[in-house]
């Protein structure tokens, strides 16, 4: 498995300054794109910058270093990196990949913590093929999935811990006499 900089496999970006007056907290029919701060979508605003499956990195403020994903039309403020993937890159492994990674550990000391887009660029990660890279996103989302959605995943953790529970009272409880 080779070892590559972000900055070999990914664009990494700054987005692009927009005064707070034009983002709009929740989306009505003018103002339908999300916006992206440094800490995750800010509110709504009426034009986009950005197109198509991104990942997100919030590169300013406490939580710089959090990672989102994008897909669709878009706004991205200069508080975020918005990353493109190579085609030889999975941008949903890429998610996952950036998220692990801690970036918040990278930021500046300062008063207000910040991310450098070139600091991250010469961060290395394992690149597996593309094959692999879409089998961990197919298990790491299946475990989104039920970790994150009370009608899918809540259901079914209860129905394994019944079962799991009624085998275990069933192996406490048999007395079967000893041969």
């Not at 070999?8 to 999300?34: C, L, Q, W």
């Not at 986009?48 to 959090?66: D, K, P, T």
């Not at 990949?97 to 500046?108: E, F, I, P, W």
Request: hydrophobic fraction near 40%.
């Amino acid at each position: 498995m080779a070892w590559k900089t972000l900055g070999e496999v990914f664009d990494m970006r700054a987005g692009k300054h927009i005064s707070a007056s034009k983002i709009f907290v929740e989306s009505n029919t003018t103002y339908i794109y999300p916006c992206f701060g440094g800490n995750g979508v800010r509110g709504y605003v009426e034009e986009f910058n950005h197109n198509g499956e991104h990942v997100i990195i919030g590169r300013q403020g406490a939580l710089c270093g959090n990672v989102q994903r994008a897909n669709g039309k878009f706004y991205a403020t200069e508080h975020a990196v918005v990353v493109t993937a190579q085609s030889s890159i999975n941008i949903h492994w890429a998610f996952y990949m950036l998220t692990v990674m801690n970036l918040n550990q990278y930021a500046s000391k300062s008063a207000q913590p910040g991310l450098a887009v070139g600091k991250l660029a010469e961060l290395k990660i394992p690149i597996p093929p593309l094959e692999i890279q879409q089998k961990i996103v197919a298990i790491l989302d299946q475990f989104d999935t039920l970790t994150q959605s009370i009608s899918d995943g809540l259901p079914r953790e209860i129905a394994l811990r019944r079962r799991q529970y009624e085998y275990y009272r069933g192996q406490l409880l048999n007395f079967a006499p000893a041969a």
